[in-house]
């Protein structure tokens, strides 16, 4: 099978072909059809992940595609693969059969397209866990998000739409909110902390902005807003759980993810689009 492989800390993936996954026990081998390229991926090709990962492993956290082989799916069903270890402790999904543990897939349902199952999960479910579980929004509340127009912000934007709450976008004065989602941090998110009303929330999703804050504490109690970050890690049961209310939206047309392509031989151009401030929506790899 061709995969991707990172041969050294800080190198860019290397084309290459390698033996197919064996089938065992408690794993699923996926032919993949799409698979994501995120943040998290050059965390860990950068050498910088808390994990016992070493060079050269296949990269990539989240996919989808069929079945080729399983004790507890069909041959031919979709999947989307996400979890498990894959591509921070184990070999993951940038490859063309992905050897995956059963618990790390689940089936796509009908209406649900590969590329969307391959990039739906970390914007979709943080956005969800952010507002519901963290945020703990309530109908009738004035929600903003900074980084709007990024995967987690547009479907921040979406969700509260269709909530029962008001969507006030980037909050200023004048246009204060209950409940802030911030995916840039820094020096954005410091400026947009007065337009928080006192007893509001702030969910910390993100850092593009700057990876510090500066906030006086007799302020911050004066007005008694919580910081409340969101580790999706730790939360992943809870983004699981969104799954049944997400797909339901995603198959409606409620909730979409906006991806760009490229082929595998360009997964070092991926890794560098979603670095650039102006990109719009999730890098998807695909086989061809």
């Given amino acids: 099978m061709k995969a991707l492989r990172i041969k050294a800390w800080g190198e860019a993936p290397v084309l290459e072909t390698l033996p197919d996954p064996v089938p065992r026990p ?167 902390l007065p337009a928080v009303e006192p007893g509001g929330r702030v969910v910390l999703v993100g850092y593009t902005a700057g990876e510090s804050l500066t906030v006086s504490l007799p302020w911050l109690l004066q007005r008694d807003i919580r910081l409340l970050p969101l580790n999706m890690y730790r939360r992943e049961g809870q983004g699981r759980a969104a799954l049944p209310a997400l797909f339901e939206r995603i198959a409606d047309g409620r909730l979409s993810v906006t991806t760009h392509s490229f082929p595998m031989s360009d997964a070092a151009a991926a890794m560098v689009w979603i670095t650039q401030r102006r990109h719009r929506g999730r890098a998807v790899l695909v086989c061809g």
């Fill in 26 to 192: 408690g794993h699923t081998i996926v032919r993949m059809a799409a698979a994501t390229v995120g943040h998290i991926d050059r965390t860990v090709a950068s050498g910088k992940y808390l994990s016992d990962l070493k060079p050269p492993y296949v990269p990539g956290v989240e996919a989808s595609g069929t079945v080729v082989s399983s004790d507890r799916f069909a041959v031919g069903e979709r999947v989307w693969v996400r979890g498990g270890g894959l591509g921070t402790r184990l070999d993951g999904t940038w490859c063309e059969l992905i050897d995956a543990p059963d618990d790390a897939v689940g089936l796509l349902p009908p209406g649900v397209s590969t590329t969307q199952g391959a990039a739906f999960f970390s914007p979709c479910a943080s956005a969800w866990v952010a507002l519901h579980d963290v945020g703990e929004l309530r109908a009738g509340e004035r929600v903003g998000v900074t980084g709007a127009n990024g995967a987690v912000g547009t479907a921040v934007r979406q969700l509260v739409r269709v909530s029962g709450a008001t969507l006030v976008g980037t909050p200023e004065p004048g246009h204060p909110v209950d409940l802030l989602i911030d995916t840039v941090g820094g020096s954005v998110l410091q400026g947009l």
